[in-house]
């Protein structure tokens, strides 16, 4: 037992000394010998398995090893349900990843992708240098890895962060991820995955972590690979992250299946959300007015209303605009008739869609008030033929449109859209065609 103690405490002591080491370094030299520590393993074992958090026990064991990892960071205070779940963590834009190993929940993070509660670090991290450039974003938050994986060489985090590179860039359409993290941790985003500082000093006190010090990050996923490909292509394939990210594909990794093109992966029913934010904590006791109302818009059927917190008086003078659980991008074209020169097909990306309408974005001039053949593709397989007008040019590329008449794939597309409850659902779309109540 006291050798083990010696072991441990001289291990810590050789860390420690070595990392000081390195801090004598310049940047780049610095940055070159942490990339020189990577170790991804390009075949890891069957045992491990990445996928969505979805059910009960997932998400549990998620935000239990959460809760751990930041209790013993010193990131929050222990809580008596022992897990950290905030209320980020109740939005369907919000998608949870974890990895499973031996079927025990060993890693785990949250992609929070903007919504009208905004992201977490937007307290104290201005966004407007990433604004500037198009493209959804999301805010990587919540990572943690089991403590017997923290120093496996990356076993566990590597995967983790394929993970999460695939899903935001075929699932998620999201371009740019942002972070708040502690400063003695920021070298190894800076390094390894050349995320670039929001602001040149930390913040001192970030209270979404118990007031610990914070640095905001930024990473642009569309330029990303090009810079990874410079530093990494000339390594040997465990230490080549630019092939491990975009070439390698790793067959533990469970991608949602998806019927449509939907871009979220809702997975809380209204069970689930009683659940974590009622029963197992008190996530829903102490939200403001405008947070209540919020929910209201985002959960709009029955099924949830008995498990959202109540509305009050106060709560009507709150104006939110609807928010939908659900976000897509589904590719399409309208044809044009051009005077004296024939068709033209106008491609478009639906991002929002109603029985009556949708609102697209479209890559030239939309003509308004005028009769328009759309093709829309919702789905590999479901393609939906309809004649709309553009009514309302939003700005920005952005069109409202108005359709004649759905045909019945829209139909039962849409449906699905404002009845289902979680991700699963969209794969049984004609369960909710008698259902639907629009506002």
């Given at each position: 037992m006291a050798n083990n103690r010696l072991v441990k405490n001289t291990r810590k002591l050789m860390h420690e000394a070595i990392r000081k080491m390195i801090s004598f370094l310049p940047k780049t030299g610095k940055f070159a010998v942490y990339r020189s520590f990577v170790e991804?393993?390009?075949?890891?074992?069957?045992?491990?398995?990445?996928?969505?958090?979805?059910?009960?026990?997932?998400?549990e064991a998620c935000f239990a090893l959460?809760?751990?990892?930041?209790?013993?960071?010193?990131?929050?205070?222990?809580d008596p349900s022992g897990m950290r779940v905030t209320l980020y963590h109740a939005l369907p834009t919000t998608t949870?990843?974890?990895?499973?190993?031996?079927?025990?929940?060993?890693?785990?993070?949250?992609?929070?992708?903007?919504?009208?509660?905004?992201?977490?670090?937007?307290?104290?991290?201005?966004?407007?240098?990433?604004?500037?450039?198009?493209?959804?974003?999301?805010?990587?938050?919540?990572?943690?890895?089991?403590?017997?994986?923290?120093?496996?060489?990356?076993?566990?985090?590597?995967?983790?962060?394929?993970?999460?590179?695939?899903?935001?860039t075929t699932f998620f359409d999201t371009r740019h991820l942002v972070i708040a993290?502690?400063?003695?941790?920021?070298?190894?985003?800076?390094?390894?995955?050349?995320?670039?500082?929001?602001?040149?000093?930390?913040?001192?006190?970030?209270?979404?972590?118990?007031?610990?010090?914070?640095?905001g990050a930024w990473l642009d996923l569309k330029f990303a690979p090009e810079i990874m490909k410079k530093a990494y292509s000339s390594k040997p394939p465990q230490r080549n992250l630019y092939a491990y990210f975009t070439q390698v594909k790793l067959a533990n990794i469970k991608l949602p299946e998806r019927r449509y093109y939907t871009t979220?992966?809702?997975?809380?029913?209204?069970?689930?959300?009683?659940?974590?934010?009622?029963?197992?904590?008190?996530?829903?006791?102490?939200?403001?007015?405008?947070?209540?109302?919020?929910?209201?818009?985002?959960?709009?059927?029955?099924?949830?209303?008995?498990?959202l917190p109540a509305l009050t008086t106060k709560s009507m003078d709150v104006s939110v605009r609807r928010h939908e659980r659900y976000s897509m991008k589904c590719p399409g074209q309208l044809t044009v008739e051009i005077v004296n020169n024939g068709l033209e097909n106008i491609d478009i990306d639906v991002v929002e869609v109603s029985l009556e309408g949708f609102q697209a974005r479209a890559l030239k001039p939309i003509p308004m008030q005028v009769s328009l053949k759309a093709t829309v593709w919702l789905g590999k397989t479901e393609i939906s033929h309809l004649q709309v007008e553009a009514v309302r040019d939003i700005g920005k590329g952005f069109y409202?449109?108005?359709?004649?008449?759905?045909d019945s794939i829209w139909r039962t597309f849409v449906n699905?859209?404002?009845?289902?409850?979680?991700?699963?659902?969209?794969?049984?779309?004609?369960r909710f065609v008698a259902d639907i109540k629009l506002a």
């Open positions: 991804c393993n390009p075949a890891p074992t069957e045992r491990l398995v990445l996928k969505i958090a979805e059910t009960q026990e997932e998400l959460l809760h751990d990892a930041y209790v013993g960071s010193g990131f929050m205070k222990p949870t990843l974890c990895a499973k190993y031996d079927g025990q929940v060993v890693g785990t993070l949250s992609l929070i992708r903007e919504s009208a509660l905004g992201f977490p670090l937007q307290k104290i991290f201005d966004l407007t240098d990433v604004r500037k450039h198009e493209g959804n974003i999301a805010e990587v938050s919540a990572l943690a890895v089991h403590r017997k994986f923290r120093k496996t060489g990356g076993s566990i985090l590597f995967p983790l962060m394929k993970f999460m590179y695939e899903y935001c993290v502690n400063p003695y941790h920021i070298e190894m985003y800076e390094s390894l995955l050349f995320f670039k500082r929001l602001t040149a000093t930390p913040v001192d006190n970030y209270d979404f972590v118990n007031g610990a010090p914070a640095v979220n992966d809702p997975v809380l029913t209204p069970e689930l959300l009683d659940h974590f934010f009622n029963q197992r904590t008190k996530g829903f006791a102490n939200l403001s007015e405008r947070e209540k109302v919020l929910l209201h818009t985002i959960y709009d059927i029955v099924e949830y209303i008995p498990v409202g449109f108005h359709l004649g008449q759905a699905a859209i404002y009845s289902g409850t979680t991700h699963r659902d969209l794969n049984e779309p004609t």
